[in-house]
């Protein structure tokens, strides 16, 4: 949430008095809430997880505004999150004295969400539990998991530098009440009126240990009333706090100290995930430039990973103290999804996002954290191939983008890239272009594939029929990039990409020449056949590729694919209209009865049944439909009544 979004957003009651209003929620926030309680209840214990976090990140933020406004701390420099509790009550607390919220700040932050897209996701969600639990996890449950436990929450805040609190309550239905709020320490306190069910919370040893699982690397310490202010002798007495995580930032310890369960539970406080991360890379460098980097592969990717505009990148720390969220200079737009942290010791602690844009030093380290994303990638796999297949699945149309536009790192990404064969019946199995390599037949030097707009159209393709005739293995591409993607890499491994939609197609063995015999030869079909496709095609010509389908159209060599044409006209591009060429196979039964046709109508009648058919086997429709069924039908009664 942010601060950018105004009051407007909420449809506001006329406030009886400056001090207290009544206010309600923005629609999407309503939703949201509504759902979240139902959708996570099997996991309730997560809610301490988001509140914590957003302690430690409240703590961050003024750590960080600190640096130069060192009167901000003056009254307390301790930084701290401390947990009370009161099992008659029925209550949990949760202070910290972090930066705090003003009365403005409150409304904003916790009453509306201003993350684009948001009502899209709702919309999204389905109504079952568990798959909403997941989509819900993508998007980030944050502070209003709190109602998951609560029947209603008290937030009290002063913002560090200013005067006045404020207090925040609400039921989580429709509407929330602020006030102003008198004798507030520095930072922001959360009071959870608990359930009946929900009581379990209120307890020492419950608290310690959801703590300890879900923030144990948080780097302020979380205190906890200790097991002997518990007791009633010291009833009176303020309770004694006692550290219940190790408060050391998790990726300045040594890895081989630190467990999965706690990179797991970083991963969460970072990406603010449900799932735990599908792996990660943890490094020290050290030399000329020194930095650490912890970077997560999440499990699926987030709604909104095709925005290109919204907020990405790694949270970045200077010698271990907070800068800033959504630092996007550290990775290439491509690997936008991934999360982590990049802590460096060489950068200036008041460094900002323009001079992240101009340093040289930035660079370097982005290019190295690519390298290791891709390494970490190609590890994955290699070693773990099922789940490499699942990081396919999710991200795979990412990475490809990384592919077209990364030229360094080029042969790393396809490497990693994984399609559709026509050598795996398996409709969920992808290849990679290395197996390929492998499965080549003997004088191939070319890699074959075909762009299609869906994975059956590409099957079922008469373009195909050659090769499978002859065993050779074509790559299948059907995302909406393919055809970008497969005109903006030329080669790999020395083998170049070679479309078999195209005109000049050259099969292992061949040595081009065959095309040019075949042309020059006079053949009196072709003709006949071109006469009447003038204005449908560029070319007409006996095909070598058709075993069999009668006929099909291919490309020229620079025209543009179906696919291309589409985004192009989709983005208002005028593009000059271009005709296919049209090969017919002179084996087959139709076009040997067409040869023989005398009747220069039917002959006609059925080059332009033909061509449609053809069209349809390349996933288009007809020009005209309802011309190509009359043709279809004339000549079906005429084969009846012969
Ligand atoms: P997120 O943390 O993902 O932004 P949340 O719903 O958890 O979303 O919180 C919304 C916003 O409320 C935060 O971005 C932050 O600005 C503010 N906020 C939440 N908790 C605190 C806190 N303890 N101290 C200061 N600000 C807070």
């Keep these: 949430m942010s601060t950018e979004q105004s009051k407007d957003q909420i449809d506001s009651a006329a406030p009886s008095s400056v001090e207290a209003e009544t206010l309600g929620f923005q629609t999407e926030a309503r939703q949201l809430l509504k759902l979240m309680i139902h959708s996570l209840y099997s996991n309730r214990e997560i809610f301490l997880r988001e509140l914590i976090s957003n302690a430690s990140d409240a703590i961050d ?13 003056a009254d307390d420099a301790d930084y701290a999150i401390t947990l009370g509790f009161d099992a008659e009550a029925r209550t949990l607390s949760l202070s910290d004295n972090g930066i705090g919220m003003t009365r403005q700040e409150v409304i904003d932050h916790l009453g509306t969400i201003a993350r684009s897209g948001t009502a899209e996701f709702i919309s999204q969600l389905t109504g079952d539990q ?5 989509l819900i996890g993508q998007f980030g449950v944050g502070f209003y998991s709190a109602f998951i436990v609560a029947d209603e929450v008290e937030v009290f805040s002063r913002a560090a530098g200013t005067e006045q609190g404020t207090r925040w309550c609400s039921s989580g239905e429709d509407t929330f009440t602020v006030e102003d709020a008198a004798d507030l320490p520095r930072g922001t306190r959360v009071v959870l009126h608990l359930k009946p069910d929900a009581s ?20 302020v310490p979380v205190r906890l009333p200790g097991e002997a202010s518990e007791d009633a002798e010291n009833e009176g007495d303020a309770p004694k706090l006692e550290v219940v995580n190790s408060a050391r930032a998790l990726w300045t310890r040594s890895r081989t100290d630190i467990s999965e369960d706690e990179y797991k539970a970083f991963y969460k406080h970072v990406s603010h995930d449900f799932e735990d991360p599908l792996t990660w890379s943890h490094n020290r460098v050290e030399g000329k430039l020194e930095y650490t980097s912890l970077l997560f592969v999440p499990k699926r990717a987030p709604f909104d990973l095709w925005n290109r505009e919204i907020p990405r990148g790694l949270k970045l720390y200077v010698q271990r103290v907070f800068i800033m969220d959504d630092a996007e200079q550290f990775l290439p737009l491509y690997l936008r999804f991934i999360k982590g942290i990049v ?15 101009q340093d040289d030093r930035i660079v370097t380290i982005r290019n190295a954290l690519t390298k290791r994303v891709l390494s970490m990638l190609q590890t994955m796999a290699d070693k773990e191939p099922e789940e490499y297949q699942a990081f396919w699945d999710e991200f795979g149309e990412v990475l490809k983008e990384g592919a077209g536009e990364d030229f360094s790192n080029r042969d790393a990404l396809l490497k990693l890239l994984r399609t559709a064969s026509t050598h795996d019946a398996d409709p969920q199995k992808r290849v990679s272009l290395d197996a390929y390599l492998e499965r080549m037949v003997e004088g191939q030097d070319s890699i074959y594939y075909l762009v299609a707009d869906s994975l059956e159209g590409a099957k079922s393709s008469p373009l195909l029929e050659v090769f499978r ?17 497969m005109s903006s890499i030329g080669e790999y491994d020395g083998k170049s990409f070679v479309d078999v939609t195209r005109a000049d197609l050259k099969l292992p063995g061949e040595d081009g020449k065959e095309d040019e015999e075949d042309e020059a030869a006079d ?32 490309l020229g060599e620079f025209d543009l694919g179906p696919q291309m044409r589409r985004i192009m006209e989709a983005s208002g591009q005028q593009l000059p209209s ?6 017919y196979n002179p084996d087959h039964p139709l076009i040997q009865r067409l040869e023989a046709e005398p009747d220069e109508d039917r002959f006609g009648e059925l080059v332009l049944v033909l061509f449609d058919q053809a069209r349809l086997a390349s996933g288009e429709l007809p020009e005209d439909a309802g ?12 084969l009846l009544s012969d």
């Design 627 to 638: 011309a190509y069924v009359d043709r279809l039908n004339r000549l079906l009664i005429t």
């Design 130 to 134: 568990q798959k909403d639990a997941a």
């Design 578 to 583: 271009s005709k296919p060429q049209f090969e």
């Design 469 to 485: 005739d002859r065993g050779i293995e074509v790559l299948l591409f059907f995302d909406r990039i393919d055809e970008w993607l």
């Design 523 to 554: 053949d009196p079909l072709t003709e006949r056949i071109g006469a009447v496709l003038t204005e449908q095609v560029d070319k007409v010509r006996r095909s070598k590729r058709l075993k069999e389908s009668p006929a099909c159209l291919v």
């Design 343 to 357: 802590d460096s010791s060489d950068l200036p602690l008041n460094v900002s996002r323009e001079i992240l844009q």
């Design 200 to 219: 379990e919370f209120a307890d020492g040893v419950r608290l310690r240990s959801v703590i300890r699982k879900y923030s144990d690397h948080i780097g």
């Design 61 to 73: 933020k003024l750590r960080f505004k600190a640096i130069e406004h060192p009167e901000l701390i």
